[in-house]
């Protein structure tokens, strides 16, 4: 692993496991800790401060969360999706938003409703940017999403894509990492804000599930360049 992922944790009030967890956890979203990466737990205890006992914990959640995988006798490694598990998961994630779009549509508020135009010009901003980066573009759809989830108003909806979170901005982030991706967002997000301001349940349920679709695509195809990375790391370590 590549000594300067500056993982070290600060000793503040959050428990440190969660901290480091935390961390790690950001580390593999931001593609600083990359898909098929070994993770081995000397160099971790070294550039976090930590004791081997919490990297096992933190790294067992990481494998709960569908992050990492472990490869008997070799170790942990940062989590390469395969195809079809992706798949799955964008199917999954398109009915529930699709869901929650409806919800938003009945129950947000006017208020709500402007709320989602303000993230979107955010989103718009971002693209926008020369010098924007695929983790500034994250941050900005996820707080698009709490936007849509909180005025959906449905709890079961969102700890669903909660519980799917970590692996789903992990799918958005080899997206968006697609040449051409961002501007397609835009407009694909501007299709869903449009159809919530004119109260069209059916035509943001559509968007919605459009968008999702073509970050299937995208997402699918930046897959594919991992997996041939991946293939390589796995070969080395005998796998």
């Not at 979203?29 to 160099?43: A, V």
């Not at 964008?90 to 129950?107: I, Q």
């Not at 979170?165 to 961002?182: D, I």
């Not at 679709?213 to 195809?221: E, I, K």
Request: charged letters at 30%; hydrophobic letters at 45%.
């Amino acid at each position: 692993m590549s000594g300067d992922l500056s993982l070290r944790v600060g000793r503040v009030a959050a428990p440190l496991r969660e901290q480091v967890l935390d961390v790690l956890r950001q580390a593999i979203l931001d593609f600083r800790l990359k898909p098929g990466q070994r993770l081995i737990e000397r160099e971790l205890i070294e550039q976090t401060g930590v004791s081997r006992t919490t990297i096992r914990e933190v790294l067992r959640q990481l494998a709960a969360e569908g992050l990492v995988t472990t490869i008997p006798q070799k170790g942990a490694i940062v989590v390469v999706p395969s195809a079809q598990e992706a798949a799955d998961l964008y199917e999954v994630r398109a009915a529930l938003e699709a869901l929650a779009c409806r919800r938003f549509v009945r129950r947000a508020t006017d208020e709500q409703v402007k709320q989602l135009r303000k993230s979107f010009r955010e989103i718009e901003r971002l693209a926008k940017r020369r010098d924007s980066d695929v983790q500034e573009m994250l941050a900005a759809k996820d707080d698009f999403y709490d936007v849509l989830l909180d005025g959906a108003g449905n709890k079961a909806i969102r700890e669903t894509l909660d519980s799917l979170r970590a692996r789903v901005r992990l799918l958005r982030a080899t997206s968006l990492s697609q040449q051409g991706r961002s501007a397609g967002t835009v407009s694909e997000i501007r299709d869903i804000v449009r159809a919530a301001e004119a109260r069209d349940e059916d035509a943001m349920a559509a968007a919605c599930e459009y968008h999702v679709n073509q970050a299937a695509r995208s997402g699918l195809s930046g897959l594919a360049e991992l997996d041939d990375e991946a293939a390589n790391v796995l070969e080395a370590l005998g796998a």
